[in-house]
């Protein structure tokens, strides 16, 4: 079950680089026209490598505390990320233009970076994070 968290977690962070990787070169870390707070973004992503080496760690030194403290890591992870999740909702469903009558739709949200987030990635990312979450508090429960 350990190694099984391990692989959901090194999938989620895979979408979750390409995700971020995406929001940068789009210009979200200058903030502006982005929906997703900076300091949102980065706390989820710091504290979601963090977890991931702790656990590292306790797969190495198999100590309990290691596990508690990843699931610890993990729970300010996936309160971020759904924070995320809803802010990016509400960007996707957003019209990206102008409405019939020529009054504009919502001009900030069409130009919102993580407008450009492919939609089976983020769900992917979130699936694979709720994964790794039960994995992590299985593991933790029987360490």
Do not use: C, N
Request: proline share 6%; charged share 5%.
């Amino acid at each position: 079950m350990t190694i099984a968290a391990l692989v959901t977690w090194l999938i989620t962070a895979a979408g979750g680089f390409y995700m971020l990787g995406t929001w940068i070169t789009r210009g979200g870390a200058r903030g502006g026209t982005s929906r997703l707070p900076v300091p949102v973004v980065f706390g989820h992503f710091a504290l979601a490598a963090a977890g991931l080496v702790v656990w590292i760690i306790y797969l190495l030194a198999d100590a309990q505390a290691l596990a508690w403290t990843a699931l610890v890591l993990l729970v300010p992870v996936a309160l971020l990320g759904f924070v995320m999740f809803f802010r990016w909702l509400a960007v996707t469903r957003a019209p990206a233009v102008r409405t019939a009558g020529g009054a504009p739709g919502s001009a900030q949200a069409a130009k919102a970076p993580e407008r450009a987030f492919p939609v089976p990635v983020v769900l992917g990312h979130g699936l694979f994070a709720v994964a790794t979450l039960l994995l992590v508090i299985l593991a933790a429960l029987q360490a």
